[in-house]
């Protein structure tokens, strides 16, 4: 006999961030917050580092009514760091750094792109830090992007299973991803570049628990699409324990969920959270537009 899994409870804090730039009102008690108050291509160095404080803090933040050209874009996501070389998708021509993510009013996939959590790249030796996403065109339903944080899902759990996870390396590739794809959608896909594809089902093994480069938080580094092993495990003894690791970190009380309008932009720190989109909004044009921001090899 186990315990009836609960709700936990504790622990949640995700009071405002205190900025002199703009104003922060937290989107739910796990994570997440909406900026007001400013508009992007006006915001000055020290209101950046505020903004980069504030995401540490809250995991993702969003804005409203920005309406960003693919300049402004750009600009702005530039001001976060170098750029990250995307591994999926190919920039718009002139904004190389901005990548077009369009579902068409009558396109129908089985599959989407980010429709499974994830954490961007992973695959990757260096995954990018920052991700931000804006919504240009979205259905009057359906479309929203929901995030887990992986760090207070690490707090939670027991000191014992802590203990255990703390030394593990976790194997990050995109094999599962493409054979699940190319599955559902009965044709072999990839990511075209013969170097990208091979660095992509290789993967990189990164430390399961993974210590914040900025704030020195630990969080689990994990994710349903592309952890596919555990150093020096089978995997027999390593899938119950991705299994149970994502359960664990996208349970509700771990989450927030953001219902998009044309002209929000958004950012979330690839580093502490894991992410998805569901693919719920047939017969409606959703245009989205990303940048990824270059980040370190994991620790
Ligand atoms: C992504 O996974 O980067 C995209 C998520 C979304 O389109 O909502």
């Known amino acids: 006999m186990w315990e009836v899994r609960v709700s936990p409870c504790g622990d949640f804090d995700n009071h405002p961030f205190k900025s002199n730039h703009f104003g922060v009102e937290p989107l739910a008690a796990a994570m997440g917050a909406e900026i007001s108050g400013i508009r992007l291509p006006e915001l000055s160095d020290e209101g950046i580092a505020s903004l980069k404080q ?69 695959f990757l030796p260096e995954p990018p830090s920052i991700t931000t996403l804006r919504q240009v065109e979205g259905p009057p339903y359906g479309g929203d992007t929901t995030w887990a944080n992986t760090a207070l899902a690490f ?32 044709e072999a896909i990839g990511f075209g570049d013969k170097a990208k594809q091979e660095q ?64 929000m932009v958004c950012m979330w720190d690839n580093a502490a959270t894991m992410h998805l989109g569901p693919n719920d909004y047939d017969g409606f044009r959703r245009e989205m537009y990303r940048t990824t921001t270059a980040g370190g090899v994991p620790v």
Not at 160 to 186: C, E, I, W
Request: with cysteine; aromatic share 10%; hydrophobic share 35%.
């Open 54 to 122: 504030a995401l540490w803090k809250h995991k993702m933040v969003y804005l409203k009514d920005q309406h960003l050209t693919h300049a402004e874009h750009e600009e702005f996501a530039a001001r976060l760091g170098p750029f990250a070389v995307d591994a999926y998708t190919q920039g718009v021509p002139e904004h190389r750094e901005v990548h077009p993510i369009i579902k068409e009013a009558d396109e129908v996939t089985p599959s989407l792109f980010g429709g499974g959590w994830h954490t961007d790249s992973p």
């Open 155 to 186: 707090k939670h759990l027991s000191k014992t299973y802590q203990d255990m996870l703390r030394p593990l390396r976790v194997h990050m590739s995109a094999s599962n991803n493409f054979a699940t794809q190319n599955k559902l959608r009965g």
């Open 200 to 263: 992509g089902l290789k993967g990189s093994f990164h430390p399961l628990v993974r210590t914040h480069p900025e704030t020195g938080e630990p969080s689990l580094y994990i994710c349903d699409t592309y952890a596919v092993g555990i150093k020096g495990m089978t995997t027999h003894e390593a899938h119950p324990i991705i299994d149970f690791l994502v359960r664990h970190a996208t349970q509700h009380a771990f989450t927030c969920r953001l219902r998009w309008q044309p002209g």
